[in-house]
C-alpha cells in the first residue's frame, strides 16, 4: 500500500517562509507526476503547483514567483518552498501522486492527509 506524508506545515507570519515535504512510502517503483493542492475553509481544493517526473513544473498563477515545487526521486520525496506567504495562503495543504507503481500495483492517483499552513500575524 502506498501512503503519503506531509511534514513542515504550521504558523506563520505575513512575509514569511515554510518548507513544505512529502514523503512517498510503499515498494515503489515509479511516480509519475507529483503536486500539492489546497483547500482554504469554505473553498474547494485547488491546484497550488505540480512537477512532473521529468521535472517540469507547473503553477497556480496565485503563487507563481513566491513557491517553488521540487522533487528528489531517489527518495520518493517532493518539496514545496513557500515564500512571501500571505494571509489568503492560509489553507490545509495536500501531496498528490499520480500514476504510482509499486511491485504489486499500480495506483492511478494517491492523497496525503494533508497539513495545515496557517498565516497570520
Known amino acids: 500500500q502506498v501512503q503519503l506524508v506531509e511534514s513542515g506545515g504550521g504558523l506563520v507570519q505575513p512575509g514569511g517562509s515554510l518548507r513544505l515535504s512529502c514523503a512517498a512510502s510503499g515498494s515503489i517503483l515509479s511516480i509519475n507526476a507529483m503536486g500539492w493542492y489546497r483547500q482554504a475553509p469554505g473553498k474547494e481544493r485547488e491546484l497550488v503547483a505540480t512537477v512532473s517526473s521529468g521535472e517540469s513544473t507547473n503553477y497556480a498563477d496565485s503563487v507563481k514567483g513566491r513557491f517553488a515545487i521540487s522533487r528528489d526521486n531517489a527518495k520518493n520525496t517532493v518539496y514545496l518552498q513557500m515564500n512571501s506567504l500571505k494571509p489568503e495562503d492560509t489553507a490545509v495543504y495536500f501531496c498528490?501522486?499520480?500514476?504510482?507503481?509499486?511491485?504489486?500495483?499500480?495506483?492511478?492517483?494517491?492523497w496525503g492527509q494533508g497539513t495545515l499552513v496557517t498565516v497570520s500575524s
Open positions: 498528490n501522486a499520480k500514476i504510482v507503481a509499486t511491485r504489486s500495483f499500480w495506483y492511478p492517483e494517491v
